[in-house]
């Protein structure tokens, strides 16, 4: 049910990829077209960098309405609510980039293990490569150089380098990819419902559609 609250069509995600346009890190959305995967790590960073400007941040907020010992649940926030408030638990800011990258055309995943969720995406069309991202380092603090990973190399400049936001990406992609490859035998088994690998995609096809938006909510500028 986290697919649910994935919503490409909500009012605020055009809004948001204007915004990640306006940082010049590219001049289009264009999801796939390209072929390479370094314009899907561009593009995807285009977006952190602009949830970054807004100040997103990880707020640990996972309280229920309801227990249960049968049922798991968790407090979401809907995306409004994330932008609007700018902070995410990790359900939160991944079903907020989940709508992001599916509206470029990018095509992610939730990611389910005991306790946390985080979000992964495809490098290509073919859904040959997947790489993680762990979410709830929006608007983490880094020193030092960004960590090392496959596929950044030159991506950026070496100004862009020293930002912030390319510092918590570079981890953040580390991580989550990292957590991807070590469960890698529990994702694989259908039978281990503590670790999923959760298409929105494939959701979508079984009937699982976004929550409905109110549509007098406003987009607070920053």
């Known amino acids: 049910m986290f697919a649910a609250y994935v919503n490409e069509q909500h009012p605020f995600v055009d809004k948001v990829l204007r915004e990640a346009l306006d940082t010049g890190l590219v001049n289009a959305f264009t999801g796939y077209q390209s072929g390479e ?13 602009a949830l970054s400007l807004r100040d997103v941040r990880y707020s640990s907020i996972t309280s229920e309405v309801a227990e249960s010992e049968v049922v798991g649940s968790q407090h979401i926030r809907l995306i409004d609510e994330s932008i609007n408030n700018a902070q995410a638990n990790c359900v939160d800011g991944s079903v907020l980039l989940a709508s992001l990258l599916r509206k470029i055309g990018i095509e992610p995943l939730l990611v389910h293990v005991p306790g946390h969720c985080l979000l992964a995406f495809y490098l290509d069309e073919k859904q040959t ?7 709830t380092m929006i608007g983490d603090s880094l020193e030092g150089d960004a960590v090392e990973v496959d596929g950044l190399e030159d991506l950026v400049d070496e100004e862009t380098a020293e930002e912030n936001s390319w510092k918590t990406f570079a981890a953040a992609l580390a991580r989550g990819t990292a957590i991807l490859e070590k469960h890698k035998k529990e994702f694989q088994d259908p039978k281990n419902h503590k670790y999923m690998l959760i298409s929105v995609a494939k959701a979508r096809k079984a009937g699982v559609l976004a929550i409905g938006f109110q549509s007098n909510q406003r987009f607070e500028k920053k």
């Open 129 to 135: 490569q997947l790489v993680g991202l762990e979410t």
């Open 37 to 49: 995967a370094s314009e899907v790590y561009l593009q995807t960073y285009a977006l952190w960098q």
